[in-house]
């Protein structure tokens, strides 16, 4: 039986920085997902991994950032990158935190930037990487990569989870919209949701919960 329900942020909880992302490859001229990727080059130990493990400033990612992009085509600042971390919240997803609430665990699993500060996104929007105190609220725990030093895919980031859980990992389900970081949260016994579709992953989500979210 599922006890607990464990979700990513960005591009599950808010809309996907990847739609962001190939705005601006177009407006600058540059190959479609170049910037994905960039990011899934040397994907456990580039400027963004280092990032989101708080081993690098953003100063120093800006600059490992603009190294790494150059050396695959186009020399791209880092901090513009950064810029583009920013969704829209998707309210069905908030319903179905609010509904689970109390009832089942639940914990948010990101990959963020602690130095990310909520205050240089636009109107509206929130940052992906997690950052929105009234949703986070809504978890009984998050693991922030920023903080632990570990960052999703890597296995001990899921065993960690489960561990404040108190639970086995069959005994929890995980939304990412990201199959490499479902990959390995499957392979320990977490049933796993890829995240396409907001209301398509939460009629899958309803199948494997004891409660009704929808």
Known sequence: ????????????????????????????????????????????????????????????????????????????????????????????????????KGNLIQACLTNNIQSLKEEAFDKGNVSVAGKHDAIMGLFDFVIESSKVNLRKPDPAFYEMACEKAKIEPSEAVFLDDLGINLKPARILGMETIKVINSIEALRKLQKLVPIKIL
């Open 1 to 100: 039986m599922i006890k607990a329900v464990f979700w990513d942020f960005g591009g599950v909880i808010t809309s996907s920085p990847f739609e962001a992302f190939n705005k601006y490859e177009k407006d600058n001229n540059l190959p479609s997902d170049f910037l994905r990727k960039v990011n899934s080059t040397n994907p456990d130990d580039n400027a963004w991994a280092k990032l989101e493990r708080s081993e690098v400033n953003l100063e120093e990612f800006d600059l490992l950032f603009k190294k790494e992009s150059k050396t695959l085509g186009h020399s791209i600042k880092g901090k513009e990158v950064i810029a583009l971390l920013q969704g829209q919240v998707r309210p069905e997803m908030v319903k179905a935190l609010q509904i689970i």
